[in-house]
């Protein structure tokens, strides 16, 4: 005896028609991941192309060094004479030439963020630990004493000093800016080409 017919439902894939919603919203959470995995990566080898130059600073008993990062698709060629620094505080410039390394990369403000986060743990090698709050260790009394109008002081009960603010070691700021190049051209005259860049301060106290 032949077997029966499939249903109608089944013919038809319904049960896979089901499916399709939950594999869709399966596969977007997979590409969200896969961005934030590629971004991270991809700031983590533009740290690493920067953790020499910090070093060579350092070295060099600067406590605070500034990096214009330039994108890889800006337009100017970038042989000019960059303005808008003052000469004491004039940026180290570092050429990104990465094909991911676009203005719209770095416009991202996760990409900032990782950049910041990234520079900051490479180069902190110490963490400020947060003050306990213990409580006071016992004390014998000591000899009271009077205020200058004769009324002793009052200091309410289980009243503590307050720990001082401790002090990061490091500081990092991170920020895409508008900088601009002044050239010369094979006429001699001067003309001023502008782009974006990012703003790297990496500050050591």
């Known amino acids: 005896m032949a077997d029966p017919p499939p249903s109608y439902e089944r013919a038809l894939g319904w049960e896979n028609r089901e499916q399709k919603p939950e594999s869709r919203l399966t596969r977007r959470f997979s590409i ?13 080898a533009v ?19 500034t990096f214009l990062l330039l994108p890889s698709d800006q337009d100017s060629s970038r042989k000019g004479e960059l303005v808008g620094f003052r000469v004491e505080e004039l940026p ?24 910041r986060g990234q520079v900051l743990a490479a180069i ?11 409580p006071p260790a016992p004390r014998e009394p000591l000899p009271r004493k009077t205020s200058y109008f004769g009324r002793k002081p009052v200091k309410p009960p289980g009243a503590r000093a307050l720990p001082l603010p401790m ?38 106290s």
């Not at 180290?92 to 950049?115: C, K």
């Not at 902190?124 to 213990?134: F, G, R, Y």
């Not at 006429?187 to 782009?195: A, D, F, I, M, W």
Request: overall charge negative; glycine content about 6%.
């Open 32 to 44: 969200r991941e896969e961005v934030g995995v590629s971004r991270s990566q991809h700031v983590m």
């Open 47 to 65: 740290v690493a192309k920067l953790l020499p130059h910090i070093e060579n600073r350092a070295r060099g008993g600067l406590s605070k060094s």
């Open 92 to 115: 180290v410039l570092v050429q990104l030439e990465g094909e991911q390394d676009t203005v719209e990369f770095w416009s991202q403000p996760e990409a900032l963020d990782s950049l």
């Open 124 to 134: 902190s090698d110490t963490v400020p630990t947060p003050a306990i709050d213990a």
């Open 167 to 204: 002090k990061t070691p490091v500081a990092v700021e991170v920020h895409l800016d508008d900088v601009s190049f002044r050239t010369e051209t094979e006429y001699g005259l001067y003309q001023t080409l502008s782009g974006r860049a990012v703003v790297l301060t990496v500050e050591v």
